[in-house]
């Protein structure tokens, strides 16, 4: 098509979009229509659409957490049905390995590695897989979330958020607003934000108000403790920038909304079991329990937006709104009407988590190449005009060292008929947590971008875990190599580590690395690890 | 020096000794040749400043050290000794340390505020009161920050302490992974520094030449700083294993091991100036265990009794090695004792009127500033807090801490601002 007519079919698309929607067009078309809208001359700018090898790495990465296997990965290139890459995502969102990606996404989001202490990681990892195998409406996760008070056993690892955070109100306070409303309210708690005129410190209080009340019972250190709540408690708040010192004072309000209505009690009536030794005390009216509706309420329109927006990032590397936890109007998204739309779309499927990846994997936005095109001089940040690198999470480090190297098709055939995806997780589990312990951000602080420490390039270069991965072992990659004709060997090594053929150049130089080696099992082991250890393999491409 | 009435001396006392405070074994194999050369250690003293802390871990007592008090009800059964400074005495645990006093400084009127280990570190470390909404960078983070050199091959920060004795800290906080803390446990260098058993160096060679030239194809087609900083890691640690041989106490002049002692502490000391001598911005060294809430004088006699020696060893070191002027030389720990003995014989966590020792860059030997009273119950002049000492690490080094870091374009000053520099004992 002429640029002068895609640039007519763009703005056709726009105006059919301010005039109420067309309706019939599906989600993933719109959101490429706007994310050409938003860039001149994006269709000659922007690199192609990924190709297969590129496509299949990284849709596995992000619905799987894991590299496709060098069987499955050789069945998608050689297929050739038009509808292939719609047909493995949707195979790829109803397999497990989708329940257990989202879960370790969101144990980060909502946990950032803090310590289990008062709810055990197999009851939180359970809780957060079957909330996403079960596509639980994310509305309605995050009211569990909020609305658990960990009494009832079956409801208990929800109440997480609140618990492993020992229910410290300013820690909690912080982390709504991060986690659910896209604001960072830290600088909030001692004075209005000094740049961000949207963050003020009495929309801080106005969220710390809805957990004042709340407490530990019976301590704060009680492994078994469970969130109790007085009857009384007012928020009040000075700022540290006013000479007068200003007391101001708030009842729970979410930011830039009305205080909620409460009720009030005579003496006397304002508990239905007064608080006494040893006794958990339950107000007659609790401020806590009002929290999860007004976060959730479409009159919160901050939720929806930063749920969406977050799911934006997961997927294409970078939010529309960037960072994602720095809504306000001072730090616009980069595709203001996209959001818009993806946010309206979002609360109208009821929160469907599984619906909105679905269309956004699907868009070609999303599948656009990570190579830069040669005649584009300049990569803008925000503009999609190529794909994002996202670097491996620990986990999906961990998930596909082992997938590449044979480790966990050694560990299925050693499972043979017992070889459930739970015990594949709990074979795999020793390899997990070392990459864990070395690539996983520290407790309470966010874990977004590249990190490269010594202790992780050691852990790569000489560690044992990984040695032991890489090495020639009976049936791991290196080992079946080995068998294997030069030209052979090479092609099989770049599809099981890189999800890709070998060059005519790689052929030559694994040809060359293999000829001078003592033996052909311990040349090949390192050739794993060189391409393992590469840049091609830290990211998601 | 008198036998302390207190300590029974026996086997099992020797023992528990043993097991409190976690000393090890080996004493290290002697070897020739020092590490660097002295005309190559004057060069780096020239141009670059560095930091070491002593981390006298537990709380120690500054009436067995900086402060004492003999005679008086607190004081204890330890003696003062006359030092190198006339009119300075010390501690008689100390007397190798007391003839150094010249290179020493003392801040004696200390009020730390918090009797507690995990809050004192870090308000020693930070140089401020735990705060709402920030987590502070220690003056290790903050001096490998603001004192390295882009591309320096060593880790700006590093903590050489006893196995068992510390964990991962979280010690850089907004100033990023790079100037966090590198681990150096027992001595031992970083877990997997060497390559393993069954890689030969052509192996590792040829290997990494392909994971190279992988790399560069990728990088070149993403353009992406991220894929670069990544490719770089690999390269700035086959820096650091080329120094490797920092870590082996053995090239170091057996006559140098001697004078520290081949006792861990000591050992760990000269570690830590062969690590500031290859170019590692700051190294805290810690000692374990100060927290003396029972046996309070015995156990100091063994615990200074292990730092007294090295302690001036390093001093002389530094100095012969021209590096003292431009090495900032701290002794603390979290907090101090209680001048009040309890019923064990021992002394428990105190916060409000303690000492702190400093020497090298920037610091005037021989200063004295801040008082307490008879008994050491209390500063009586010239009270200053853990962001007064901040200031001067700073100042002394020639940094500016009124300056900020700007974590998020918000602005976090480096130093507490309701505190300034000790100017006293300053040159």
């Not at chain 1, 407490?215 to 006013?242: M, R």
């Not at chain 1, 509706?293 to 990032?313: E, G, H, K, M, Q």
């Not at chain 2, 640690?237 to 081949?262: C, H, M, Q, W």
């Not at chain 2, 008879?374 to 801490?401: C, I, K, M, Q, W």
Request: charged share 25%; glycine share 8%; with cysteine.
């Amino acid at each position: 098509m002429p640029a002068r007519c895609r640039a007519v079919a763009s703005v056709v698309v726009v105006l059919a979009l301010s005039a109420g929607g067309f309706a019939a067009e599906p989600l993933h078309a719109r959101i490429d229509a706007l994310i050409a809208a938003g860039h001149p001359n994006y269709a000659k700018e922007a690199a192609p659409v990924a190709g297969d090898a590129e496509f299949v790495r990284r849709i596995y990465l992000d619905l799987a957490g894991t590299i496709p296997s060098a069987a499955e990965a050789r069945a998608f290139l050689d297929d050739t049905s038009p509808g292939k890459r719609a047909t493995l995502i949707d195979a790829l969102l109803a397999a497990p390995g989708y329940a257990r990606r989202m879960a370790q996404v969101f144990d980060v989001v909502l946990m950032e590695r803090r310590p289990d202490a008062k709810v055990p990681r197999a009851a939180w990892d359970d809780y957060l897989r079957t909330t996403f195998a079960k596509n639980t409406p994310y509305d309605v996760f995050v009211r569990e979330l909020l609305s658990a008070d960990g009494t009832d056993p079956k409801t208990r690892p929800a109440a997480k958020f609140f618990l492993d955070r020992n229910l410290e109100p300013n820690l909690v306070t912080r982390d709504l607003g991060r986690v659910f409303l896209g604001r960072n309210l830290t600088c909030a708690q001692c004075h209005d934000h000094p740049h961000v005129g949207d963050y003020k410190q009495a929309d801080y209080y106005g969220l710390l108000a809805f957990v004042n009340r709340s407490f530990l019972f019976p301590n704060a250190t009680a492994a078994t403790a469970v969130i109790a709540e007085k009857a009384d408690g007012d928020v009040t708040f000075v700022s540290v920038f006013d000479k007068t010192k200003a007391v101001g004072a708030t009842g729970p309000r979410m930011p830039g909304a009305k205080p909620l209505d409460e009720p009030k009690f005579d003496k006397g009536k304002e508990y239905t079991t007064a608080p006494a030794k040893d006794v958990k005390p339950v107000p007659a009216y609790s401020r806590r329990a009002r929290l999860a509706a007004a976060v959730t309420s479409p009159d919160n329109p901050a939720f929806a937006r930063t749920a969406a927006n977050r799911l934006w990032a997961q997927l294409l590397g970078r939010g529309l709104v960037n960072p994602v936890e720095n809504d306000h109007p001072g730090n616009p998204p980069s595709h203001p009407e996209l959001l818009d739309l993806l946010t309206k779309e979002f609360a109208a499927s009821q929160y469907d988590v599984k619906w909105l990846v679905r269309e956004i994997v699907l868009s070609r936005t999303y599948q656009r190449a990570s190579e830069v095109p040669a005649a584009l001089a300049d990569v803008p940040a925000d503009r999609y005009l190529v794909a994002n690198l996202k670097p491996l999470s620990p986990e999906q480090f961990a998930y596909a060292a082992a997938e590449a190297t044979g480790e966990t098709g050694l560990a299925r055939t050693a499972l043979a008929a017992k070889a459930t995806d739970a015990a594949l997780d709990a074979k795999l589990a020793p390899v997990v947590a070392a990459f864990r312990g070395v690539f996983a951000g520290r407790p309470g602080e966010p874990e977004d971008g590249l990190t490269t420490t010594l202790d992780q390039t050691l852990f790569l270069k000489n560690g044992g875990v990984v040695r032991a991965l890489t090495v020639a072992k009976a049936g791991n990659l290196a080992d079946r190599l080995a068998k294997l004709p030069d030209d052979a060997a090479a092609d099989a090594l770049f599809l099981a580590v890189l999800t890709r053929p070998a060059t005519a150049d790689e052929k030559a130089d694994v040809a060359a690395a293999v000829k001078g080696a003592a033996t052909r099992p311990a040349a090949f082991g390192e050739l794993v690890w060189a391409l393992m250890a590469s840049g091609e393999f830290r990211f998601n491409h | 020096m008198p036998a302390c009435s207190y300590a029974c001396h026996s086997a099992n006392h020797r023992a528990s000794r043993r097991a409190f405070l976690g000393a090890a074994g080996a004493a290290a194999v002697l070897g020739p040749a020092g590490f660097a050369s002295p005309a190559a250690a004057r060069e780096l003293a020239k141009t670059q400043k560095r930091v070491l802390v002593i981390f006298l871990a537990g709380g120690v007592s500054q009436l067995e050290t900086w402060d004492p008090k003999p005679g008086t009800d607190t004081g204890g059964p330890f003696a003062a000794i006359p030092t190198a400074v006339p009119g300075t005495r010390i501690g008689e645990l100390l007397p190798h340390t007391a003839k150094q006093m010249k290179r020493i400084a003392l801040v004696r009127g200390l009020n730390s505020v918090s009797p507690d280990h995990g809050i004192g570190e870090k308000i020693m470390l930070t140089g401020r009161k735990p705060e709402a909404g920030v987590e502070y960078p220690h003056i290790g983070a903050v001096s490998a920050k603001l004192l390295g050199a882009d591309g320096q091959a060593m880790p700006g920060h590093v903590h050489v302490f006893p196995a068992g004795a510390g964990g991962r800290s979280q010690d850089a906080t907004f100033l990023g992974p790079k100037f966090a803390s590198v681990p150096v446990v027992g001595g031992k260098p970083p877990a997997d520094l060497f390559r393993p058993a069954g890689l030969t160096d052509e192996a590792d060679r040829q290997r990494d030449d392909l994971r190279q030239k992988l790399s560069d194809k990728f990088a070149k087609s993403r353009r992406s700083a991220a894929t670069e900083a990544y490719t770089e890691s690999f390269a700035q640690a086959e820096r650091v294993f080329r120094k490797a041989d920092v870590f082996d106490i053995s090239k170091e002049d057996p006559k140098t091991v001697a004078r520290y002692g081949t006792h861990d502490f000591g050992r760990h000391l000269l570690l830590g100036r062969r690590l500031l001598e290859s170019g590692v911005t700051y190294v805290k060294v810690s000692h374990s265990n100060y927290d003396t809430h029972h046996e309070n004088f015995d156990f100091h006699i063994e615990q200074l009794g292990e730092f007294d020696r090295p302690f001036a060893a390093l001093l002389d070191d530094l100095a012969d090695r021209g590096m003292l002027d431009s090495t900032l030389v701290v002794v603390m720990s979290e907090m101090g004792r209680t001048p009040k003995i309890n019923d064990r014989y021992g002394r428990d966590h105190w916060s409000a009127a303690w000492s702190v020792a400093l020497a090298g860059c920037g610091i005037k030997g021989g200063a004295v500033v801040g008082k307490t009273n008879a008994g050491g119950t209390a500063v009586t002049d010239r009270e200053v807090g853990s962001g007064h000492l901040f200031h001067t690490y700073l100042r002394a080094l020639g940094l500016n801490p009124t300056k900020n870091f700007y974590p998020n374009e918000r602005p976090i000053p480096i130093a507490d601002p309701k505190a300034d520099a000790i100017t006293e004992i300053l040159l």
